[in-house]
């Protein structure tokens, strides 16, 4: 099945610093999901892409789609503690055998 | 609207003891999943359903049962738990195979 790999593991800054975390995939996809889980917490969706070469902005945070929709990126500027948690990208297969494949995730921390 | 809701929120086993972990989202959501969360490994993929009387494996399936007579309810059940079954556990639900997917608080498991 699809497989995906998110690089970095883990991600220390300071407040106020970017941070970015990566999602690649030796497969073609039809679309990636972010999701954002808070320590202790459970994840919640962040947002979708599509389309080929997609970006999209959510205030501090830009999220792209690669143009062969092999690769992903978010992207925050400008740090905040409360950005502090996992970020996880996921593969949806889609049609009529849905299943939603996520990766190991990014731990961000911020130091304040 | 509770969204997706999972019982117990803890849990402790002994080694071979059986148990079902809830799951019951009031969406209407088609599709259910069943997930599992350990450090480093991110979220890994147990079984998922795409309707009431269809289910189908997923990643780590083993040592799982799962069933859905319901388009609500979506039980996980550990026959026979194991200490490596010692995880944290989250049910997920989505509209459709292409939208967001909405996760329970989850269940923390361990298996002594």
């Known amino acids: 099945g699809q497989q995906v790999m998110q690089i970095p593991q883990y991600q220390h800054v300071q407040e106020g610093e970017d941070f970015t975390t990566y999602c690649n995939s030796s497969?073609?996809?039809?679309?990636i999901q972010w999701y954002k889980q808070r320590p202790g917490g459970h994840p919640v969706f962040l947002i979708q892409?599509?389309?080929?070469?997609e970006v999209k902005k959510q205030k501090r945070l830009t999220f792209q789609f690669g143009e062969a929709k092999k690769n992903s990126s978010l992207h925050i500027t400008a740090t905040q503690t409360t950005d502090v948690g996992t970020y996880f990208c996921?593969?949806?297969?889609?049609?009529?055998?849905?299943?939603?494949?996520f990766g190991k995730g990014t731990l961000l921390t911020v130091n304040p | 609207n509770a969204g997706v809701t999972q019982t117990p929120k803890f849990q402790v086993l002994k080694t071979g003891q059986s148990m079902t972990l809830q799951c019951a989202q009031d969406?209407?959501?088609?599709?259910m999943s069943w997930y599992r969360q350990d450090p480093g490994m991110g979220l890994r993929l147990i079984h998922y359903?795409?309707?009431?009387?269809?289910?189908d494996q997923g990643e780590v399936p083993n040592g799982y049962n799962v069933s859905r007579s319901t388009t609500e309810d979506f039980p996980l059940r550990l026959l026979s738990a194991a200490p490596s079954q010692t995880s944290v556990y989250f049910c997920?639900?989505?509209?459709?195979?292409?939208?967001?997917?909405?996760f329970g608080q989850g269940t923390r498991l361990t298996v002594v």
């Open positions: 497969t073609t996809l039809s679309n």
């Open positions: 996921a593969l949806n297969s889609g049609g009529s055998n849905y299943k939603l494949t």
């Open positions: 997920a639900s989505s509209y459709s195979s292409n939208t967001e997917a909405f």
């Open positions: 892409l599509v389309k080929s070469g």
């Open positions: 359903s795409v309707g009431a009387g269809i289910t």
């Open positions: 969406m209407n959501h088609e599709y």
